[in-house]
Structure formats: C-alpha cells, structure tokens
Nanobody, 130 residues
Framework: QVQLVESGGGVVQAGGSLRLSCAAS????????MGWFRQAPGKEREFVAA????????EYADSVKDRFTISRDNAKNTVNLEMNSLKPEDTAVYYC???????????????????????WGQGTQVTVSS
C-alpha cells in the first residue's frame, strides 16, 4: 500500500492558477500509474488527469484539457497538477490516486477509471470564486 498526501489547494479567483502536489510514501510508487480525480458537492467523483508510471504518457478529461498539466518526479515520489485558467466549475475536492505496481509492458499506460486505482489520498479543497 502507498500513502498519498495532497497539498496546494485553496481559494482562487476565476482565471487564476493553483498547483496541487501529491507526496507518496510506503511501497515503491515509481511503477504505479498516477491520477487526479475530483468530487464536487452532490456529484460523483470524476477523472481529471492521469500519467503513466514512465511519465511519458498523459491523459486529461475534456473539461480540463489545455488548462491542466500533470507531471511526476519518481525520484522525489511526487505527482503534481498544474491548474491554469481556473473556472468556478473546477471547484471540488481533488484526490490523488495510485494504481498497483505494473509490469514494464504497461509503462506508458494511463488509467481514467476509479476502479483502476488501489490507493487514494484524503483530498484537498479547491475553490474558484467568480
């Protein structure tokens, strides 16, 4: 099991930027696909972005494409989500998630479904005011 701790959430005006970070500890995370999800009040948790364990593939929800950027540093066991041009509809609790370790064959795979992830952080609140 890997422990995940998110940070960097806060309150920002529409059009602003935030950078979320996820620190991983426990088992080796370098061979885990990583993802960010979010959940707004009264809504289901939804996919935001994912990055392969090699770091060479990324995937984004259409709603955040061209505004958000996911990255990872396997040496530091961190995953980041750079969020630009934020909109009020981006307001949600943002969660970091990790898959189980994957074989080398899957090094460039990304995962966008909740049930593909084994470990989750506690979440960090992002509020975008209009």
């Amino acid at each position: 099991q890997v422990q995940l701790v998110e940070s960097g959430g806060g309150v920002v005006q529409a059009g602003g930027s935030l950078r979320l970070s996820c620190a991983a500890s426990g088992r080796t995370f370098s061979r885990s696909g990583m993802g960010w999800f979010r959940q707004a009040p009264g809504k289901e948790r939804e996919f935001v972005a994912a990055i392969s364990w090699s770091g060479d593939s990324t995937e984004y929800a259409d709603s955040v494409k061209d505004r958000f950027t996911i990255s990872r540093d396997n040496a530091k066991n961190t995953v980041n989500l750079e969020m630009n041009s934020l909109k009020p509809e981006d307001t949600a609790v943002y969660y970091c998630a990790a898959t189980t370790q994957r074989a080398y064959y899957f090094r460039s795979f990304t995962y966008s479904r909740l049930n593909e992830y084994a470990d989750w952080g506690q979440g960090t609140q992002v509020t975008v005011s209009s």
